[in-house]
């Protein structure tokens, strides 16, 4: 993972290399749940869901261009970046992103 590194701290994603502004396009973990405010991407259990919306991280910015994340069987890909998340080993506990088992 070069470039832009994220970690669950807490309740935010924070990004060492270039921080996210929180309005506009802020998300928050509420119940287990990851919510944005204009574009309703969630996670329910296990998966993001993309609802009218797809996007890719470009600089410090999430934006829907061709660039796009794709969910191909259990992990984020974004093309470019290299950053991958892969959903099976992560693990929703009170609002704590912790290792897989």
Do not use: C, E, N, Q
């Not at 928050?28 to 998966?47: N, T």
């Not at 660039?67 to 974004?78: H, N, Q, V």
């Amino acid at each position: 993972m070069s470039g832009d590194k994220r970690s669950f701290v807490g309740d935010k994603w924070s990004l060492f290399s270039d921080k996210r502004p929180s309005v506009g396009d802020k998300r928050s973990s509420v119940s287990d749940k990851w919510s944005s405010v204009s574009d309703k991407r969630s996670l329910f259990g296990d998966k993001w869901s993309f609802v009218s919306d797809t996007r890719s991280f470009v600089g410090d910015k999430w934006s829907s261009v061709s660039d796009k994340r794709s969910l191909s069987g259990d992990k984020w890909s974004l093309s470019g970046d290299k950053w991958s998340l892969f959903i099976d080993h992560l693990v929703y506990a009170h609002s704590i992103l912790r290792p897989g088992y």
